[in-house]
């Protein structure tokens, strides 16, 4: 599910056609109206600029916010990319807030050791660069497992049972997605720390490769080979 016109599936598209499985995009932002349940094998959760509390201003947010609720209850895999991440959160039950700092670019992860080995959590390397454009941040869900931390962000994903993932970071980024940030979300860069300038994020655009091979690597462990969708 897309919350805006410039964060799409990214790599999440590659790997769901390399593996032949059909996938259908609902562009909220166009059309409120949700899959059934009984459709959904895996419900993908996009990213966007708004705060998940703002169901006035968007307010397809809630019923986003009930289907998710629904597969988390029904063992649906549910995967969350960054907005979509804080929207798992919330829905199982933990607040979503304004993180210490704003994480705009390319920073380096670290995986939580304890996730060695996981039969899923220990596809990451010891440390990868993926890249980052959030504000907010969330408590660790009860029963969640950690994922890991950066400098600016200690949740930055988790995993539920092993059918709900949720990562705050972008794995699914293609260099086409970080020049559609740079041109429609570019008022969020206001300098940080942890903001990168627009030259520094497109010299780390060479980043996205290894992130598209960890995706894969996650996506498999996540689904299973096996896997319908």
Known sequence: ?????????????????????????????????????????????????????????YPYLAGEKELIHACIREHKHVLGICLGAQLIADALGEKVFKNREKEIGWFTM??????????????????????????????????ARLLGSSVACRNQGFLFGNHVLALQFHLEITPQIVEDLLEHASGDMTPDGYVQSSEEIRKGIEHCSANRVILFRLLDRFLGPAQKL
């Open 110 to 143: 670290h995986p939580d050791g304890d996730n060695e080995d996981h039969e899923i959590l220990s596809v990451f390397p010891v440390k990868f660069t993926p890249f980052h454009w959030h504000g907010e941040t969330f408590d660790l869900p009860e029963g």
């Open 1 to 57: 599910m897309m919350n805006v016109h410039f964060e799409g599936p990214g790599y999440i598209a590659d790997w769901m056609e390399h593996h032949a499985y059909s996938m259908q995009v609902w562009r909220l932002f166009e059309n409120p109206s949700l899959p059934d349940i009984e459709d959904v094998d895996l419900l993908a959760v996009m990213g966007g600029p708004m705060n998940i509390y703002e169901e006035e201003r």
